[in-house]
């Protein structure tokens, strides 16, 4: 066990057998697992019939799964950290119909806003996550926990809490709720291009809570024309704040601030 890698493994299997319940995959699908651990999600998905991959970036845990699960035809292992391995995955074997992963407290938001950025999603994601991601995942504007994450999740996803765990699921138990949530692919990206770029636009919007969105973005270097013009032109007040907009709304905003001009040269690109 290793503290760095935020390792506390799902040892409830009626939590485990609800998560496959809620993926809804049938036998010949093809699914990822980041952090798999022990293989106690991983027993379950090839016991259903699924060809998976694997991601685990600790090198004991990986050594293990090999040996248990190495000898299964459907079963393909890809040590290392997922944000530095998933690409080279998908380009190699495409795109899987599921990802789930009971993903550690530390790296959960990367991993997925990894995911949402790339723009190319399989149709249901399933992780287990800490609550209070959770409700940033699933929150509605003007609340306390509506966020830029929050837009960035909603803007290619429907989103839902599915169900609540608690330490006690866990080995070791952790001192926080954990909590499962669902992410849906959209038909539709609400931004189709860039979706680097649309992330960075919503992060520079919920840069400071107390700023309008406007002197958020002038902060950031985007020009001070180009904002007004989006602002006017998706009849948004120009002392709103970011918290106050849907992601449509964001989106829109985003798509007429790039045709209305160039952006400043200092703005920033993480």
């Known amino acids: 066990m290793s503290k760095r890698f935020g390792q506390n493994f799902l040892v409830n299997r009626g939590a485990r057998e609800k998560i496959m319940a809620t993926l809804g995959a049938v036998a010949g699908e093809r699914a990822w697992e980041i952090g798999p651990g022990i293989g106690s999600m991983t027993a379950m998905a090839l016991d259903a019939g699924l060809s998976l991959s694997a991601f685990e970036i600790d090198h004991g845990f990986a050594r293990l799964l090999e040996r248990v699960f190495g000898v299964e035809p459907s079963f393909r292992l890809v040590e290392g950290d997922f944000l530095d391995t ?22 959960a938001a990367a991993i997925i806003a990894a995911l949402l950025e790339s723009g190319t999603l399989p149709r249901r994601m399933i992780f287990t996550v800490q609550r209070e991601a959770a409700l ?84 950031a270097g985007w020009a001070e ?19 106050a907009l849907g992601p449509e709304r964001l989106a829109a905003l985003y798509e007429h601030a790039c045709q209305s001009g160039p952006r400043a040269s200092t703005i920033e690109q993480s």
């Open 136 to 219: 940033r995942m699933t929150a509605k504007p003007d609340s306390k926990d509506y966020s830029s994450f929050t837009v960035l999740c909603a803007s290619s996803c429907k989103v839902k809490l599915a169900f609540d765990l608690g330490g006690g699921s866990f080995w070791p138990p952790p001192r926080v709720t954990s909590s499962v949530v669902v992410l849906e692919a959209l038909p539709r990206h609400l931004v189709a291009e860039d979706r680097a770029g649309f992330s960075r636009f919503v992060r520079h919007s919920f840069a400071s809570r107390r700023k309008t969105l406007r002197n958020n973005l002038k902060a």
């Open 225 to 243: 024309a180009t904002i007004d013009a989006a602002l006017d032109a998706t009849a948004c007040d120009r002392a709103v704040r970011a918290e």
């Open 86 to 107: 998933w690409r080279g995955e998908l380009e190699a074997r495409g795109l899987p119909d599921f990802i789930f992963g009971n993903l550690p407290y530390n790296a």
